[in-house]
């Protein structure tokens, strides 16, 4: 299956700073989402991105397929934008996920 | 925008009961998965379903599990036989259609705990 590879895998964060995500993959694709698990286990779509650049309020995110990463900004944190961050790949007919980073941002 | 629901958000079983995890998938979605996640790892494939019928499947689904469209909304997994190891979060995803452009929208997951 595809590699999926994110870092850092864990990020401490004061409250208003921004931070840059990373999530390499191994092969060629033409789906790449990237979710929010909170702390209770939810998980969030946050955005399909494929290739190019999309933004969401705070986040935003930019997929360069041909070089194999994706990036995603969250700027001026709030401790509500903790949890884990996930990318997922889509190979064939199934999503194949990172092992996430896990955001901390403290008051 | 339209939710994949999943319930319940939480289930406890004793090791050895029968559990079946419940989801409802976005109304004009054609295609339903199922994906776990053991506490602290990777959200892993579990199977796909598709016109009535598996698609394909993971090493992890066994014979112990199975899943059904029992009416035109409802997609369930089933658990013949739970064991501790089969304590996860379950996350339902369905998508409009097939091939690898298409995006998932998951469910919030159901938090397993086999005791």
């Given amino acids: ?107 | 925008e339209p939710e994949v629901t999943q319930t319940p958000s939480h289930q406890v079983t004793q090791m050895g009961q029968e559990v079946i995890l419940r989801c409802v998938p976005i109304s004009n979605h054609l295609y339903f998965y199922w994906y776990r996640q053991i506490l602290g790892q990777k959200v892993e494939f579990l199977v796909s379903f598709y016109n009535n019928e598996i698609s394909e499947k993971s090493e992890i689904f066994d014979d112990q599990f199975s899943v059904e469209r029992p009416d035109g909304s409802n997609f369930t997994l089933k658990i013949r036989s739970t064991k501790l190891e089969d304590s996860a979060m379950y996350f339902c995803a369905s998508s409009e259609a097939g091939g690898e452009y298409y995006g998932y929208t998951f469910g919030s997951g159901t938090r397993l705990t086999v005791v």
């Fill in chain 1, 1 to 107: 299956g595809i590699q999926v590879e994110q870092s850092p895998p864990d990020l401490i964060l004061q409250e208003g700073a921004n931070s840059t995500l990373r999530c390499n993959f191994s092969d060629s694709v033409n789906n790449l989402q990237w979710f929010h698990q909170n702390p209770w286990g939810q998980l969030i779509n946050l955005f399909y991105i494929p290739s190019g650049t999309k933004q969401n309020g705070r986040l935003s995110a930019t997929t360069v397929a041909t070089e194999r990463y994706s990036l995603l900004y969250i700027s001026s944190s709030q401790t509500t934008d903790s949890g884990v961050y996930f990318c997922a790949v889509k190979g064939g007919n199934q999503f194949y996920f990172g092992t996430g980073t896990s955001l901390t941002v403290i008051p």
